[in-house]
């Protein structure tokens, strides 16, 4: 690897050609967006709780964040430009045209191709801001005394009915359960699921260690589940059964178990694992259940909604009746343990069963200690900017 000179070794002539050479590729950057957007004037239409167009100043903390580390996740949701339509199409090509992206280049191409919008309306304008990372279990392929609980597939007998196909109306809309005689009835909840029955025999994944770490695979949708012999199975969410989630930090509060401003991922783990005559009853109290398949170990990261890695840092859960899918989001809010701003770009390419609502996103922190220490204590209110691409007449 050769040595790169620090800005000391530099020579004086050094300085000088190394800033042409940046406001040489500015220069060109500006000048090819400028013949793709000649004639683009109109924006793809807002969504409903997106409030009124605005600056790029009014942006917070925009000037100072590193967009080109965002580029890999523009280009990842890039490989879906054909499913999010033409614009898409046309934006994603121009930006193949850049190579070796600093900041600069992708700030300024954000700004040249995207226009922001504040997401809400009125005075409601600030919402939740949460985590999500991607956990790490022990299991085996096989049961055993030790690994005796479950990661199921998908069930062959889950039915999943577009509601939309039978009344326009409810388009979007989908309808899960499993046929009992000539009916379609809800599909077993988690506490029918996990009652010892073993009502989904043969569906078993890989069985894990520790029922608490299941359950927060579950609401993680996503994780890495290392075996005995070293090697590291990635699993990711297949389906749901169909129940809404329910929060057991909620249940937790009003238990008078926990005080809220205690409730984080580390303060659930700690006391269901202290009271384990009560925690399954807490765990059903969710009859939401998630239900994995393999996936490839090679990828960068897990699969998100979009069907695309999620990068660390860099991509996010929304509800998409209001942000849709791939878009990217500017978030303004504070970091969970130093209470320092946390404000970045992130691309759109997750859902998740409690992220609803027009401001309210779920960041993805990666995977590690690091990741989960964040995620886990991820809960601050922010404001969010959509930012919407532009449309060429």
């Known amino acids: 690897m050769l040595a790169r000179p620090n800005s000391s070794q530099r020579t004086m002539t050094e300085a000088p050609r190394h800033h042409a050479a940046r406001c ?20 793809v ?24 580390d965002a580029w890999s996740s523009l280009q990842q949701t890039c490989t879906r430009a054909a499913a999010l339509g033409p614009t898409w199409k046309q934006l994603c090509a ?14 300024a191409f954000f700004e040249t191709r995207f226009a922001p ?7 409601d304008v600030e919402g939740l801001v949460t ?33 939309g196909g039978l009344y326009p109306e409810l388009a979007g809309r989908t309808l899960r359960g499993r046929l009992q005689g ?23 994944l890989v069985w894990v260690n520790d029922p608490v770490a299941l359950f927060f695979l579950q609401v993680q949708g996503s994780g890495r589940v290392r075996l005995p012999d070293g090697e590291m199975l990635r699993v990711g969410y297949a389906d749901q059964n169909g129940h809404p989630y329910q929060s057991i930090g909620a249940r937790l509060i009003a238990m008078g178990a926990l005080k809220r401003e205690d409730v984080n991922l580390e303060s659930i783990k700690d006391w269901l694992r202290a009271h384990p005559d009560e925690a399954e009853a807490v765990l059903n109290s969710n009859p939401s259940y998630i239900f994995f398949a393999p996936r490839d170990p090679t990828l ?12 660390a840092g860099r991509s996010a859960a929304v509800d998409p009746a209001f942000i849709r899918l791939g878009t990217p989001v500017w978030l303004d809010t504070t970091s969970p343990l130093s209470g320092e701003p946390y404000r970045r770009l992130l691309m759109a390419q997750d ?20 990741a989960e220490q964040l995620a886990g204590n991820m809960k601050q209110p922010g404001r969010v900017f959509a930012l919407l691409p532009r449309e060429r007449n």
């Open 351 to 370: 859902t998740g069963g409690a992220i609803k609502g027009p401001v309210r996103v779920d960041v993805f922190f990666g995977f590690g200690p690091q």
């Open 300 to 311: 960068p990261g897990p699969i998100g909604s979009l069907n695309v890695p999620l990068t």
């Open 182 to 204: 000539r009916r379609v009835v809800p599909y077993f909840s988690r506490a029918e699921i996990t009652n010892g029955k073993r009502l989904l025999a043969g569906k078993e």
């Open 45 to 68: 239409p807002p969504s409903p709780g997106m409030g009124e167009p605005v600056a790029w100043s009014a942006l917070p903390g925009w000037m100072e964040d590193h967009q080109a």
């Open 24 to 43: 040489s590729r500015m220069l060109a950057l500006f000048a090819v967006l400028a013949a793709m957007l000649g004639g683009c004037a109109s924006v």
């Open 131 to 163: 985590g999500y990372y991607e956990p790490l279990l022990a299991g085996s392929r096989t049961r055993t005394a030790r690994f005796r609980y479950p990661i199921y597939q998908r069930p062959d007998d889950l039915l999943v009915v577009d509601l």
């Open 117 to 123: 919008r504040a997401m809400g309306n009125g005075e």
């Open 94 to 107: 121009e930006a193949a045209l850049f190579t070796d992206v600093d900041d600069e280049l992708a700030r």
